[in-house]
């Protein structure tokens, strides 16, 4: 168990919809990153958050958005949803120190139909 | 662009065997080489990491060896056992300041041990 919570595990809607994926990092983790795992593109990075900031911005479609709130957990907020965001989103979390390793949730797999 | 390269996509390998993993990569300011295994239905799971001031570091029955000049690492599994079998993704990271260490991985590696 890494100790980071992602809910839900499994999210069904329908395309133009909006959803939101929620994570709660390890205790003690200030910094959360948002990754989206699929089969032709593998993981990429979308956006990390630190302490409650955003700090960097990856592949992250316009439609997607996230914060951090002050008891550090994460949400991820995916709008006008299409089939191609079908996907496994994961959140990661990590210490303060320079190149720490990320512990990673067991994701929420989305599928958009 | 991809940052990270891993090879092979897929190996099969039996049980008692070596099991090979290569990733190059072309960003020089990397100083972070984790590598991660993942089963069906989990997430990204550390597994062995490794900082460019040694050439190989070793877990058990997991190693990796590093080469700076030629901007590869690898993962060696001795013994392969059918429990090893998963995906591995190396990956790296730089620190690019404000507290910024986001990893890029690999494409990953589906690893299958036979019994």
């Known amino acids: 168990d890494s100790g980071v919570t992602q809910t839900p595990k499994h999210l069904i809607t329908a395309t133009g919809q909006r959803v939101t994926l929620r994570c709660s990092p390890r205790?003690?983790?200030?910094?959360v990153y948002w990754y989206q795992q699929s089969l032709d593109q593998g993981l990429q990075f979308l956006i990390q958050?630190?302490?409650?900031?955003?700090?960097a911005k990856g592949n992250i479609l316009e439609r997607f958005s996230a914060q951090q709130f002050p008891d550090l957990h994460s949400e991820l907020n995916l709008s006008s949803l299409e089939l191609g965001d079908s996907a496994l989103y994961f959140c990661?979390?990590?210490?303060?120190?320079?190149?720490?390793?990320?512990?990673f949730g067991n994701g929420t797999r989305l599928t958009v139909t | 662009q991809q940052q990270v390269k891993q090879s092979p996509q897929s190996l099969i390998v039996q049980k008692g065997g070596i099991s090979i993993i290569n990733c190059a990569y072309e960003?020089?300011?990397?100083?972070?080489f984790p590598w991660y295994q993942q089963f069906p239905g989990k997430g990204p799971a550390l597994l062995i990491a490794?900082?460019?001031?040694?050439s190989e570091k070793k877990e058990g029955r997991f190693t990796i060896s590093f080469n700076k000049s030629a901007k590869q690492f690898s993962l060696h599994i001795m013994d392969s056992q059918p429990g090893d079998s998963a995906t591995y993704f190396c990956?790296?990271?730089?620190?690019?300041?404000?507290?910024?260490?986001?990893?890029?991985f690999g494409k990953g590696t589906l690893l299958t041990v036979n019994p």
């Open positions: 990661a979390s990590s210490a303060r120190q320079s190149s720490s390793p990320l512990h």
């Open positions: 205790s003690g983790d200030l910094s």
């Open positions: 490794i900082r460019p001031d040694v």
């Open positions: 960003n020089t300011a990397f100083d972070y």
């Open positions: 958050y630190y302490n409650g900031e955003e700090r």
């Open positions: 990956a790296a990271s730089a620190d690019s300041g404000g507290s910024n260490y986001k990893l890029t």
